[in-house]
Nanobody, 121 residues
Framework: QVQLVESGGGLVQAGGSLRLSCAAS????????MRWYRQAPGNQRELVAA???????NYADSVRGRFTISRDNAKNTVWLQMNTLKPEDTAVYYC???????????????WGQGTEVTVSS
């Protein structure tokens, strides 16, 4: 089985920083794009940042310049460094990755359980 496990959420004051981690484990042959989404209460889940296996990145306009996504392909891990946090960044953050398992020829989207980030004003 394949799992994505996030960590690093918490409570921080506006202007502060947090670093989220997401580690994939299990019978993994390869991982394609890795992404961070977030969902605030009453809102739809939105894409925050994405990183391809080669390292190219994409960010939501609301976080560009403040957040940085990175990955270590050898460790099957993706991080989200969040700086200059704002109250509107408060949400549950989810890790997502397209993963191909050993013995298969297709990619499946997997999700982590989510980690809560609260930014106080």
């Amino acid at each position: 089985q394949v799992q994505l496990v996030e960590s690093g959420g918490g409570l921080v004051q506006a202007g502060g920083s947090l670093r989220l981690s997401c580690a994939a484990s299990g019978s993994i042959f390869s991982i394609g794009d890795m992404r961070w989404y977030r969902q605030a209460p009453g809102n739809q889940r939105e894409l925050v940042a994405a990183i391809a296996i080669g390292g190219s990145t994409n960010y939501a306009d609301s976080v560009r310049g403040r957040f940085t996504i990175s990955r270590d392909n050898a460790k099957n891990t993706v991080w989200l460094q969040m700086n200059t946090l704002k109250p509107e960044d408060t949400a549950v953050y989810y890790c997502n990755a397209g993963i191909r398992k050993w013995g298969t020829s297709w990619t499946i989207d997997y999700w982590g359980q989510g980690t809560e980030v609260t930014v106080s004003s």
